[in-house]
């Protein structure tokens, strides 16, 4: 099991550090680890946030465990020289098209979400967000209008066979689960979003077993924080998806939680916790390494086929957590280091 680890920047060393010390202690056999560089750490020591031999690393891994990349001091450089060039840079090469970020509300953290404990507590959910279109991939860029005003512009498509191939993971998902998929979009002012709806429908016929919904992306975000527990499964572009996914983290009580998994056709996938870099915190044993922890159950289970040792790492997790193991993002004080220990000792 060829694993490659790209930490990144910020706190991305901290947090995988941690959920590689898990990921050995499991014991599995033939576990190899390949470690390289990507985003601002990436542009200062090869001059590129997705260098060659980062990109050859990744080619020949089975999975990914990913940090974070974002670095405030290369805001600057040109688009194309910026740390996050290096994940949008992997999701296109090793065509990684579907993301999956469950949210559930672990018990004992109820009063850590920004909802009324009653609403949180039926938070089990799985957003699907398409990872390789929409306004992120599509064409886009600056002009000057003949008035003399600056205009930027990006577009928003998406091809039937993009759509099509997405519906079925998040309809695929939800026959494992409680059989419920909500598609989310805009299709009252988008022809995007209308030719997705139509897409889904058709795609819909395959899956008889499944309650197919459709919600607005407004409406969504609202019921999102009014009723959270009405969700199942939510399938949704790239956009809306980014959004609505970090919505959800708030709503089980920090977005030091979540896990992500963005999966290719075959096994092949990328995992990482949906933080970001946080740079204000990077070094000082503050970051909070459960959703890279979580994300590497994720690796074992959706590359490896490893339920087993994937569920062992996060019933080890809800342990630590109900045991009163948090970071300051929960209330607590225990630091980087000491929660991934806390982990390890109920593995």
């Known amino acids: 099991m060829k694993i490659a680890v790209f930490a990144g920047d910020g706190i991305g060393p901290e947090v995988t550090r941690e959920a590689v010390r898990v990921l050995k202690a499991l014991g599995l056999n033939d576990l190899e680890l390949v470690e390289g560089d990507v985003g601002g750490a990436a542009w200062r020591k090869h001059g590129h946030p997705l260098p060659p031999q980062t990109l050859e690393i990744a080619r020949s891994a089975d999975a990914i465990l990913f940090g974070a990349v974002g670095d405030f001091e290369c805001d600057r450089l040109e688009r194309h020289l910026r740390p996050e060039q290096a994940i949008l840079g992997l999701r296109k090469e090793l065509g990684l098209f579907a993301n999956l ?64 191939r997405i519906a079925h ?45 459709h919600m607005y992306v407004d409406n969504a975000a609202m019921q999102l924080v009014r009723n959270p527990g009405q969700f199942d499964v939510i399938v949704t572009g790239n956009l809306f998806g980014d959004i609505l996914s970090d919505q959800a983290s708030m709503c089980v009580g920090s977005i030091g939680l979540l896990a992500s998994a963005a999966l290719a056709e075959g096994t092949m996938g990328l995992y990482e916790p949906i933080h970001g870099s ?35 790492i996060e019933a080890a997790v809800a342990k630590a957590l109900a045991d009163g193991i948090r970071g300051g993002d929960l ?11 806390g982990v390890l000792a109920r593995l």
């Open 101 to 164: 970020r469950p949210a559930k509300l672990f018990k004992g953290l109820e009063d850590s979400s920004a909802l009324r404990p009653e609403v949180a507590s039926a938070i089990d959910l799985l957003i699907v967000r398409e990872l390789n279109g929409d306004v992120y991939f599509g064409e886009k860029g600056t002009k000057v209008l003949p008035d003399g005003r600056r205009q930027g512009w990006d577009m928003m498509s998406y091809a039937e066979d993009e759509v099509r």
């Open 169 to 213: 993971v998040a309809f695929k998902a939800a026959q494992g689960r409680r059989k419920l998929l909500c598609s989310v979009d805009k299709a009252n002012v988008l022809e995007t979003s209308q030719l997705w709806r139509d897409v889904v429908i058709e795609v819909a016929a395959d899956y008889p077993d499944v309650a197919l919904s």
């Open 278 to 312: 946080a740079p204000d915190i990077a070094g000082q044993d503050k970051a909070n390494p459960l959703a890279c922890i979580l994300s590497a159950a994720m690796l074992l289970r959706h590359s490896f086929g490893l339920e087993a040792p994937a569920a062992r």
């Open 331 to 341: 209330g607590g004080h225990l630091g980087t280091v000491a929660i991934g220990e």
